[in-house]
T-cell receptor
Framework: DQQVKQNSPSLSVQEGRISILNCDYT??????FLWYKKYPAEGPTFLISISSIKDKNEDGRFTVFLNKSAKHLSLHIVPSQPGDSAVYFCAASAWDYKLSFGAGTTVTVRA | GAGVSQSPSNKVTEKGKDVELRCDPISGHTALYWYRQRLGQGLEFLIY????????KSGLPSDRFSAERTGESVSTLTIQRTQQEDSAVYLC?????????????FGAGSRLTVL
């Protein structure tokens, strides 16, 4: 049962433009949402998180937006840089602290 | 160490053999997790340790899979009688499990190929 879904397997964006990654979830008990970034042959690395009581969290070029009523969150990367080319995973946790991950979105930033 | 270490980084084995994958978490991290990622898929939860006990083993795919953790440190994931569908990258992560977002720090993974 996939509780976290990333419906876009890939995204191509020009350098300097905005990248928008989307994530949907089904479990209303999730209280934290996280984004991870993964390069080939490396483990995922933490990028940014948001609490379910917030609707926006910003860290440098990265902003995460949460719409609880729609059970939807998005990650905005502005401006996109070549080093942002990676697989991005959306993850969520409830009281048990176990992270449930989406299938990932591969971002390619074109020069 | 500074990060989560996993060994071996690559393992090729024949169907039916047993394999052991090792994880050294960040020192002081009380929580330890095993996930796996099959080709083209997302991260699939396998098991979670708090200290040396495993309160959640719900993701282990079959009784061929087992894991243990000792000294609130090193963990070993064992797969007995490996099958081709076990081929995946096995990722270990650890965290402090404090209040707030549970940020897991991942190792680079152990890539298992079952021929």
């Amino acid at each position: 049962d996939q509780q976290v879904k990333q419906n876009s397997p890939s995204l191509s964006v020009q350098e300097g433009r905005i990248s928008i990654l989307n994530c949907d979830y089904t479990n209303s008990m999730f209280d934290y949402f996280l984004w991870y970034k993964k390069y080939p042959a490396e483990g995922p690395t933490f990028l940014i998180s948001i609490s379910s009581i917030k609707d926006k969290n910003e860290d440098g070029r990265f902003t995460v937006f949460l719409n609880k009523s729609a059970k939807h969150l998005s990650l905005h990367i502005v401006p996109s840089q070549p080093g942002d080319s990676a697989v991005y995973f959306c993850a969520a946790s409830a009281w048990d602290y176990k992270l449930s991950f989406g299938a990932g979105t591969t971002v390619t930033v074109r020069a | 160490g500074a990060g989560v270490s996993q060994s071996p980084s690559n393992k090729v084995t024949e169907k039916g053999k047993d394999v052991e994958l090792r994880c050294d978490p960040i020192s002081g991290h009380t929580a330890l997790y095993w996930y796996r990622q099959r080709l083209g898929q997302g991260l699939e939860f396998l098991i979670y340790f708090q200290g040396n006990s495993a309160p959640d083993k719900s993701g282990l795919p079959s009784d061929r899979f087992s894991a243990e953790r000792t000294g609130e440190s090193v963990s070993t994931l064992t797969i007995q009688r490996t099958q081709q569908e076990d081929s995946a990258v096995y990722l270990c992560a650890s965290s402090l499990r404090q209040s707030g977002a549970n940020v897991l720090t991942f190792g680079a993974g152990s890539r298992l190929t079952v021929l």
